[in-house]
């Protein structure tokens, strides 16, 4: 009797998943302004950094943010561009940051990783002062909402001295603005800014001929308040509040209404990559 043999077949069931979707590429270029503040460094570097990254193709959004000695300009790319093009793209300006903003550091590019944990909310407005009194007012009715750990706003104004010396006022005694600086610089050190303007003028300079000269003679002082730091968004000035929360619903759905009508702003939730 022959022997028969008996397959045992079995069908394997696998299941595949489709890979996640890549988001599209953002891409921070970090610029070192030393001793410049936050005007400063908009006005010289991120401002044309921004207009150049702006006329890069497949580009969505544009943002920078502007604080003491340094910049850092963000660039979204659209859905479909791989890192290594992004990356690419970006090297085309860092090639020509020597005409695009120049005396700076090399500048550093780096990729910005999303925080999930984390709802932004986008402050908008032309006034500095308005944008200010909107981020404090609203960072304090965030944290009465239920399940908030975590405020923080990037719009921080800061008492500030602005000094302009007087030119033609300074040649009458024999000084050029050079020369006033050069004395300043001497005394910048010991200047509080929180003293009363009539102290301050009363520092004491010297003429061409070494008499004394107040500071009040040749240099207009006035206190101002400044921001720490300033953000742009597609070319439009904003303010953040970054917000932790277990309950994202609950920023999601709060009416800010009388607060945009109050300050003329724009207020818009979103989630966060990296500030």
């Not at 040649?171 to 929180?194: C, E, K, M, W, Y």
Request: glycine share 6%.
């Amino acid at each position: 009797m022959s022997g028969m043999w008996l397959f045992l077949g079995c069908v394997l069931s696998t299941t595949f998943e489709e890979p996640r979707p890549q988001p599209p590429p953002n891409l921070q270029i970090v610029i070192e302004v030393p001793g410049a503040d936050a005007e400063e460094v908009e006005t010289r570097v991120s401002l044309p950094v921004e207009a150049r990254v702006q006329s890069l193709p497949r580009i969505t959004h544009v943002s920078s943010r502007s604080q003491l000695g340094m910049s850092v300009v963000e660039a979204s790319f659209s859905n479909g561009v791989s890192l290594e093009a992004a990356y690419t793209a970006i090297g085309s300006v860092v090639r020509d940051m020597p005409t695009v903003a120049a005396d700076t550091a090399t500048p550093r590019v780096r990729k910005a990783e999303p925080d999930d944990d984390t709802l932004r909310l986008m402050l908008q407005s032309d006034d500095l002062g308005a944008l200010s009194r909107l981020s404090d007012e609203l960072e304090a009715r965030l944290r009465t909402l239920p399940g908030v750990s975590q405020v923080h706003g990037t719009m921080e104004m800061t008492p500030s001295l602005e000094m302009e010396v007087d030119g033609e006022q300074a040649a009458t005694f024999g000084l050029s603005v050079a020369d006033i600086n050069n004395q300043l610089g001497r005394h910048i050190a010991a200047i509080n800014p929180d003293a009363p303007l009539e102290d301050i003028g009363a520092i004491s300079l010297e003429t061409a001929q070494g008499t004394p000269l107040p500071l009040r003679e040749v240099v207009r002082l006035e206190k101002a308040m400044t921001p720490n730091q300033l953000d742009r968004y597609d070319g439009q000035r904003v303010a953040w509040v970054m917000v932790k929360t277990v309950d994202p619903a609950a920023v999601r759905q709060a009416d800010w209404t009388d607060l945009a009508e109050r300050y003329k702003a724009k207020i818009v939730v979103s989630s966060s990559t990296i500030q």
